[in-house]
């Protein structure tokens, strides 16, 4: 089943079936794009640095445009922030305030080396009456209406969480269309791996250390430095991933509002899990809009014994 016929079929709200399609349609553009990355002058960087003093790779400057440009086009969506953007995008005239928080390309290390990568969209509303200003995107994780991720890898996936569950769909590129491929998922109860960035073990403090020499007893490592594609992998297959604080990131290096939140939304509905190692994700009030915080997400008996 196609995505528009599965978004008129479940019934969605069809301000959000338009911000659900306008992520796909952006999506679909940016495949392209990825499969012909070098051909295109794609690779690489801008020069530049963003608001978090990281280097900004031209994809991600083209990513960015390209959701905006689809989010106006839906005029469904009266704000949005952004990891490239230091202040959020406004947009007038929206038929239905949805306010999205995004990373459009998600793992930019990886985007030069043929690895998997991907784009993380949380979905707020505003309140009845409310006056829009910057602190509308400042809203807790647990009132997303919808969270959704795209994959840009062995093939590109679109995983959508709401309140009809988790759907996964499979872009038939033939088609141009996202295509149904996993209803209602959860993540298998047995936990298989788990997703740790090795090199900053020195830096983490004891307990964090011993949480991970126990890990390693009973599961498999996997990590591929891509947020979004190791939690996609962990959620199908069963897996934990960590990016803990540590002593040359002591807030923990990934965002709140546009990582940890629609991820966490998204293990929530499947049956796991998103805290700060103290706290549930989607229970924290989030205090700006480029916030960093440590991750812990995955299958829950697994993150909720782990010590920070
Ligand atoms: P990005 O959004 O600029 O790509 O940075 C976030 C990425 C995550 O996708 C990934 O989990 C993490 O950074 C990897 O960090 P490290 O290279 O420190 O392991
Ligand atoms: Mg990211």
Redesign the pocket.
Known sequence: MELKKFLDYSKFDSGLASVLTAISQGSILIQKKISRLSLENLEGSTGTKNIQN?DVKKL?ILANNIFLEKFKESENVAMVGC?ELENPETFNHSISNFLINM?P?????NIDVGVNIGSIFGIWHAKENEKLSENSLLKAGREQIASAYVVYGSSTVMVIASQKGVQCFILDTQNNAFILSKSNITIPGKCKYYSV?Y??FQYFNTNIQNSIAKLQKTYSLR?I????A?FHRNLLEGGV?L?PKDSKNPNG???LMY?ANPLSFIAERAGGIGTNGSNNILDIKPKTLHERIPLFIGNSNVIENILI
Not at 225 to 228: C, Q
Request: charged residues 40%; glycine residues 12%; without cysteine.
């Open positions: 990281e991600d990891e990373d390309l998600d793992g930019s290390s960035n090199g900053n990590y430095g891509s947020l979004v190791d991933f990016y290096k990934l965002r990582e």
